[in-house]
């Protein structure tokens, strides 16, 4: 499967071009570092190339910014970036500056980075304390784990919009065909053991091949169980010694 993938050709190659492209913060600015900056939401945008839906602001200044949208933001509604901005749906606020309990999301990790945790439809994590000494604040994530990141770390009030979006199954192969093919996703899976042996190095034979390879196996070929001792399940009454 790889080597016949290559380094890739259209057919395999990422939809790019369709893409609205990287969606990052700004560096912060002057004002935003010392009080707050404004900003009114004019237009959604809907990127195939992420789940949740893209957000154009106008800022006080004539700038035009894009960045993911928060559930519940509505063409009209004024957002503030800074320190000091008001803590409301879509607003920007760095991590030190906002109340523990909080629902957050596109986090930084470090300060200046753009964002980078919890960037999917529905995703949040929540402020859960904060080390005054050190200035670091304690995060916790949609998994429950606990992160520390500097305080200066910037993050937009609220949760991510598009939530539930995999509650409803595609229920039509099509459907789902049609969905993949969008972002060049591989669709439909197919056991590598059932294919051909041109097909992957799994296949062939009446029922396949092993899915064991050594750890000396070349590029292309080394997939699968990679110097696994055994596989499948394991059978017969276990045995506890005291």
Known sequence: MQ??????GPAYRSPGHRFFGN?????PTQDELEGVMRGQVTEFIDDPGRSPLLVEILL???KKIYTIAAEGLKVGDL???G?????????LKPLNAVPD?????????VPGDGGRIARVAGASAKVVGRDEDTGRVSVQLASKALKELPGACRATIGIAC????LEKPFKKAGNKFYAMRAVNREYPIVRR???SAYDHPHGGRSFGKSSTRSHNAPPGKKCGQIGARRTGRRRGKSVVTQ
């Open 3 to 8: 080597q016949k993938r290559g380094k890739g």
């Open 23 to 27: 969606i990052s913060y700004d560096r």
């Open 60 to 62: 006080e200044n004539g």
């Open 79 to 81: 957002v503030e970036f």
């Open 83 to 91: 320190k000091d901005a008001r803590l409301g749906i879509g607003c």
């Open 101 to 109: 309990g909080t629902p957050i999301f596109n986090l930084e990790v």
């Open 162 to 165: 598009g939530g539930g979006r």
């Open 193 to 195: 053991t059932a294919m």
